[in-house]
């Protein structure tokens, strides 16, 4: 089955700086990549999410970046606000896979210091 | 517009006492639904998904059952809770067409097992 690892666990970051997560896949099949934040005691949300026929995504200040050979994507957020703070979670599936089922990633603690 | 409401929020159980944790979907027909365990600080674990009623896969061995006994309704439970059952419960679901996997979570129950 996949495999999604998450790097880094925990990420502080200064307000106005970037931060960036990345995470790899093991399933060459796989086709759709979202990304999850998870605000502390809230349910996990959606951001933004990225197919296998899209290198790159952007909506505003966050923005995703795939690599299909390399098996990894990136979710960037710039312009960091306190906001931001939360729970980073990726995750990976195939499209029409039955159960529609996605693999998520151990997370990443992010922390905006203001 | 669809919604997914979960229900408990919050319960305290004694060790070996049942549970009863109850998801539904609005606004949308036959999708697929999902159970899924976060404990403390970690990540996203599968417990369960239904691609329809009466059909439940279960990922991992464990104390827990799921039912979906109408297409809208899933019910995760326990005859005998065990103290590693406690966690943050989450009811989840996803459009059964070919666009894409997004899911979407539901406020998400805390079950604490004393």
């Known amino acids: 089955g996949e495999n999604v690892e998450q790097h880094p666990s925990t990420l502080s970051v200064q307000e106005g700086d970037s931060a960036v997560i990345k995470c790899t896949y093991s399933?060459?099949?796989?086709?759709?990549f979202p990304w999850y934040k998870q605000e502390l005691g809230k349910r996990p949300q959606l951001i933004i999410d990225?197919?296998?026929?899209?290198g790159e995504k952007k909506d505003q200040r966050i923005a995703v970046t795939l690599n299909k050979t390399a098996k990894h994507f990136s979710l960037h957020i710039t312009e960091t606000q306190p906001e931001d703070s939360a729970v980073y979670f990726c995750?990976?599936?195939?499209?029409?896979?039955?159960?529609?089922?996605?693999?998520f990633g151990g997370g990443t603690r992010v922390l905006v210091k203001p | 517009s669809q919604t997914i409401h979960q229900w408990p929020a919050t319960l305290v159980q004694p060790v070996g006492s049942p549970l009863s944790l109850e998801c539904t979907v609005e606004?949308?027909?036959?999708?697929?639904l999902y159970w899924y365990r976060q404990a403390a600080g970690r990540g996203l674990q599968l417990l369960f998904y239904?691609?329809?009623?009466?059909?439940i896969s279960s990922e991992v061995p464990q104390n827990l059952s799921a039912s979906r006994p109408q297409d809208r309704q899933f019910i995760l439970s326990s005859k005998k809770l065990l103290l590693s059952d406690s966690g943050f419960y989450l009811c989840?679901?996803?459009?059964?067409?070919?666009?894409?996997?997004?899911?979407?979570f539901g406020e998400g129950s805390w079950l604490t097992v004393v």
């Open positions: 239904s691609v329809g009623i009466g059909q």
């Open positions: 989840a679901w996803s459009q059964r067409t070919d666009s894409g996997n997004t899911i979407y």
């Open positions: 399933d060459s099949a796989s086709n759709y």
């Open positions: 990225i197919r296998s026929n899209v």
């Open positions: 995750a990976a599936s195939r499209i029409k896979a039955a159960g529609n089922k996605l693999t």
């Open positions: 606004g949308t027909s036959n999708p697929n």
